[in-house]
C-alpha cells in the first residue's frame, strides 16, 4: 500500500482509507461481528486511515471503530468529524462550531473511541462558520481549550484552510 503524509503534523497514511459510516446507519442492516472483520482485513491490506464521525449511528460508529482498534491502536491513524449534531433518536439538529462544543464533541469522541488522542478530527463537510481552531500546543496537538481533549491538526495557516493532502490540488 502507497503512503502518503497528511497535513503538516506528520501522520502518514495509506492512500486508500476506510470511511466507516455505512458500518452503523445509512446503508440498510448493520452487522457489527462483519464490520470489525472488515476493519481488520482494511489493516491486513495496510489501510492505516479509518474514518467515522459522531454523528454517524449517531454516536455508535466511534464506539464500533474503538473495538475494532482496541488492540491495533498503534497500526491506525483515526479521523473523526464534529460538528453536526443529532439527537439520540437520529434526528438533525443543526450544525454547532462553537468552541465549547468543539470541546465536549472531543472529549466525548475520546471516550467513545477509547482512545487518548485522535489523530485528524475535522469538521464535518459544509464547515461551520462559527468554527474556531483552538489554541496550539507546542507538540503538534491542538485542543479545543488548549487543554483536555487531543487531536492533531491537519495543518494549515487559517480556520479557512481546507485540510489536504501534501501535494494535491484542485
Given at each position: 500500500?502507497?503512503l502518503r503524509t497528511l497535513g503538516t503534523q506528520?501522520?502518514?497514511?495509506?492512500?486508500?482509507?476506510?470511511?466507516?459510516?455505512?458500518?452503523?446507519?445509512?446503508?440498510?442492516?448493520?452487522?457489527?461481528?462483519?464490520?470489525?472483520?472488515?476493519?481488520?482485513?482494511?489493516?491486513?491490506?495496510?489501510?492505516?486511515?479509518?474514518?467515522?464521525?459522531?454523528?454517524?449511528?449517531?454516536?455508535?460508529?466511534?464506539?464500533?471503530?474503538?473495538?475494532?482498534?482496541?488492540?491495533?491502536?498503534?497500526?491506525?491513524?483515526?479521523?473523526?468529524?464534529?460538528?453536526?449534531?443529532?439527537?439520540?433518536?437520529?434526528?438533525?439538529?443543526?450544525?454547532?462550531?462553537?468552541?465549547?462544543?468543539?470541546?465536549?464533541?472531543?472529549?466525548?469522541?475520546?471516550?467513545?473511541?477509547?482512545?487518548?488522542?485522535?489523530?485528524?478530527?475535522?469538521?464535518?463537510?459544509?464547515?461551520?462558520?462559527?468554527?474556531?481552531?483552538?489554541?496550539?500546543?507546542?507538540?503538534?496537538?491542538?485542543?479545543?481549550?488548549?487543554?483536555?481533549?487531543?487531536?492533531?491538526?491537519?495543518?494549515?495557516?487559517?480556520?479557512?484552510?481546507?485540510?489536504?493532502?501534501?501535494?494535491?490540488?484542485?
Open positions: 500500500m502507497k506528520g501522520l502518514v497514511v495509506s492512500e486508500l482509507g476506510l470511511g466507516c459510516m455505512g458500518m452503523s446507519e445509512f446503508y440498510g442492516a448493520t452487522d457489527e461481528t462483519e464490520s470489525i472483520a472488515t476493519i481488520h482485513r482494511a489493516l491486513e491490506l495496510g489501510i492505516n486511515f479509518l474514518d467515522t464521525a459522531d454523528m454517524y449511528g449517531p454516536y455508535t460508529n466511534e464506539q464500533l471503530v474503538g473495538k475494532a482498534i482496541r488492540d491495533r491502536r498503534d497500526k491506525v491513524v483515526l479521523a473523526t468529524k464534529f460538528g453536526i449534531v443529532r439527537s439520540e433518536d437520529r434526528g438533525f439538529r443543526g450544525v454547532n462550531g462553537s468552541p465549547q462544543y468543539v470541546r465536549s464533541s472531543c472529549e466525548a469522541s475520546l471516550e467513545r473511541l477509547g482512545v487518548e488522542v485522535i489523530d485528524p478530527v475535522l469538521p464535518a463537510p459544509g464547515r461551520p462558520e462559527s468554527l474556531h481552531r483552538g489554541d496550539r500546543g507546542g507538540d503538534g496537538r491542538t485542543g479545543a481549550s488548549g487543554q483536555g481533549a487531543l487531536y492533531r491538526s491537519l495543518g494549515g495557516g487559517s480556520p479557512d484552510a481546507s485540510p489536504r493532502p501534501e501535494g494535491a490540488s484542485d
